[in-house]
């Protein structure tokens, strides 16, 4: 039989059809594919219908889509507002109430059901929907306006049209639907907010946890050692408690507090649960660790709650700077998301609000920033406002001081995507939700309490476990014991009305009124303005106590435990105009160890905070002090530790062999190391040497801490910041240490082993990655930063990560350095935790003021501004804050005219 046998200019014609169909389904698919990504980006320009307007609303916006809104009223001001915001930033607005209200669920399904649970217990969105009801009238009017400008906007958006990521939804979600926003939405974001910056609770959880895991009491104390008032300097450097205020030039009143330092290291609070006593030490290891699983699950809004989580701000007064007034700097350090976290914004009306600065979206007002008068800044204060109580429980009773007292219960639905609805049950004491009824593994405390009725450590036969296919619901709890929060943002408060105050405070004293009503999270406010006053004020809502420190969980059934109040605002700390001339805030001591009330035994180590002092103190040496001068501090990135460590290593390395690549390198790279740890930089520059030092100095530390502390369980590997540098510290002190001797080893390790067995690894690790010449190694090759998208943006699958997430870049600084790009030690090199924005307000030029933020100012993938300052920020660079409405206009790139 013949083969049919077709015409070559046939096959030829055949061929180029083919081709030509395969191009138009390319051109087609491809064409679809730029519709489905740009039909959602925002009209910028032009103009524009905003119902409920009273009159036209001008909007100006930069190169990189920063706006400045220009209203006659207030209520035209922020309904602009929330229409602007929803343009850029609506699917983060409204992912971000799903969180604060315990509905992911509702968006991904049933794999969200656990952390609804938790976040159902903890209640946020019933406690903002309390607030409400005791705020302001002009806030709530502000409030409300801003609703009604988010819902003009979504009158006309929906699905693909609002976002892209609603398009990806719908592949998943197909039957959601978008829900008007509220005023309780702007504020319950408010309580996320207050979470992620809550302070020191996982530091008690861990400690705990490492008593109850068998270490001693002692090891424990080595692992939190006291803060270093002899080398790093507090915010406020004297002052005390007088006649029920706080004097700046006051000494202690009445006897001091002995925790009210900070970083006190380990021990139980007196009459807390006594996780050392028999038994009790793997029961409450097993609660504790519980606990800490649960809570991670839930989502991260601005940080882990890790050590990188920070902010640097300080001001400097008039008499120190080139104009004569004073020049204010803040970069909080926050988890790095896409979009970034904060939206850049020009607010101003003809009603006299005029304030510009970093906004969240979903939140009326300006956060961080300046108006005509007066500029602030915040950094985290790290307060203790969080406890644990163990209750003893018997089905809806809790005891207290041996009396049965109802507990408080309520039910609630769980709407589940693509599945059946969730009823859970909520119980709270008087202490707070109890949170081991959201975790499958603590909702069965009840099999081995930590405790036995009497209120003494109990003997534990076995572990308890959760019952063979208990679904973790909230509604099947286990009698006997449960384990409740109590945390001050659980209680209604005026946060929102402080926003407000502060953006049209004029004066200091404005500016305390303001503060006053910044209840939760508790902060540390710096304060500039234009008359030449600084000063610095401790706000925020922090418990005084009964029994106990809050460092333990304590025993539920003892009211004298129980909170006795908060502290009051005229008592913690604040100062005008100190005699230094300039004030540092960067999460170190806030106060001296003299100060009467107690504030936390947590504070950051204060590394970045003296390296900042010391680059003033350089500064005004040099000169009079400018804004240039600012951004390069803000941007400095010295190891405030490896002058300590780097000489001990080498003292080590000069025992062994000299040709050993680990002595090669150290001898290479160390040899007049400025400390400086750039990302890259050319073959035998000042930045390619640091940058190369750098990279073999971090592998050694990380080794080294790997090597050291190998005994700790896994969840409580040191993560390498600060706290890690005064441990090691004090440990390269005692060569003899029992922390040296590696436990995977039949001999007995000593410092100098360690030592030079870190640094050998060290560069075994680097010729491995980067290559047999130490002088090619880079930090940035190895210190990276993705910017992922908050919900898509870790999906695993690979076209979608690739719509939303920024490539990963190489980034100068690290832990415990003034550009604090964040890493954790036990899990890599890459970066957790970033400076989210940078501002820098000049009091004599408002218009000469600079800022940057960690992306852009869209939340639209693809768009223009969705990453436009990211290599700008990672280069430490910063562009003009702009004020004067004539240079405004005269920088405006597209102008939109919203209309009634």
Known sequence: MNPVRIPWPRVRKIAVWTVAVLLVLVLVLAVAAVWAVRRSFPQHDGTLRLSGLSAPVTVHRDDHGIPQVYAKSADDLFRAQGYL???????????????????????????????????????????????????????????????????????????????????????????????????????????????????????????????????????????????????????????????????QQAGPATPPNPAAGGGTGGGTAAGGVDVTGPGGDATTAR??????????????????????????????????????????ANDPHLSPTMPGIWYQMGLHCECGFHAAGFTFSGVPGVVIGHNARIAWGFTNLDPDVTDLYLERVDGDRVQ????????????????????????????????????????????????????????????????????????????????????????????PGRTADALFALNTATNWTEFRAAAALFEVPAQNIVYADVDGNIGYQSPGRIPVRGKGDGRWMAPGWDSAYDWKGFIPFAELPSVLNPTDGYLVT??????????????????????????????IGSARDAGKITVEDLRRMQFDNRNGFAPTLVPAVVAALGTGDPSDLSRVAATELWKDWDFQQPAEGAAGSTEGRGSAAA??????????????????PEDNRPDGGDRWYEVVRGLLAQPESPWWDRRDTPQVERRDDILRSAAGEAATELRRDQGDRPADWQWGRMHTLTVRNQTFGTSGIGPVEWLFNADPVGVSGGDAIVNATGWDAADGYEVDAVPSMRMIVDLADLDESRWIQLTG?????????????????????????RWDRTTVEAEAARTLILQP
């Open 857 to 881: 100012n869209s939340g639209h993938a693809f768009h223009p501004n969705y990453d436009d300052q990211l290599e700008l920020w990672r280069t430490g660079r910063t562009l003009p804050m």
């Open 287 to 328: 609660t504790l660790t519980a606990m800490a699983d649960g809570l991670s699950r839930l989502p991260i809004m601005l940080g882990n709650g890790g050590q990188g989580i920070g902010s640097n701000s300080w001001v400097v007064g008039g008499g120190l700077t080139a104009t004569g007034k004073p020049i204010l």
């Open 695 to 712: 990279a073999y100095y971090n592998a050694t530390w990380r080794h080294l801490l790997a090597e050291t502390f190998d005994e700790l």
């Open 400 to 491: 207290v001081d041996g009396e049965w007292r109802p507990l408080q219960t309520r039910a609630e639905t769980i709407k589940v995507a693509g599945g059946r609805d969730v009823s859970i049950t909520v119980r709270a004491s008087g202490h707070g939700p109890l949170l081991s009824d959201a975790s499958a593994a603590l909702r069965d405390i009840g099999v081995a309490p930590p405790v036995d009725p009497a209120g003494s450590p109990a003997p534990v036969a076995a572990a308890p476990q959760p019952s063979p296919g208990r679904p973790a619901t909230g509604g099947d709890q286990r009698d006997g014991y449960a384990v409740a929060l109590s945390w001050t943002a659980l209680r």
């Open 85 to 247: 915001h929803a343009q850029d930033r609506f699917w983060e607005m409204d992912f971000r109430r799903h969180v604060t209200a315990g509905r992911l669920a509702e968006l991904f399904g049933s794999s969200q059901v656990e952390t609804d649970i938790y976040l159902r217990t903890m209640g946020w969105r019933r406690v903002a929907e309390q607030e409400w009801r005791i705020l302001a009238p002009d806030t709530k009017r502000h409030l409300q306006a801003y609703a009604d400008g988010v819902n003009a906007w979504l009158a006309d958006h929906d699905g693909g049209r609002a976002s892209l990521e609603y398009t990806v939804l719908g592949l998943q979600n197909p039957d959601y639907t978008v829900e008007t926003w509220s005023p309780v939405d702007s504020l319950a974001w408010l309580k996320a907010m207050a979470w992620d910056l809550r302070g020191n609770m996982e530091t008690e959880i861990a400690r705990a946890a490492l008593l109850a895991a068998g270490l001693t009491r002692q090891q424990v104390e080595e692992l939190y050692p006291a803060y270093p008032y002899d080398r790093n300097t507090p915010i406020v450097t004297g002052g005390g408690i007088v006649a029920g205020a706080f004097d």
């Open 586 to 615: 960067a999460n170190q001591a806030v106060v001296g160890p003299t100060y009467q009330r107690f504030l936390t035994s947590d504070w950051s180590y204060g590394y970045r905070s003296q390296r900042i002092r010391d680059l």
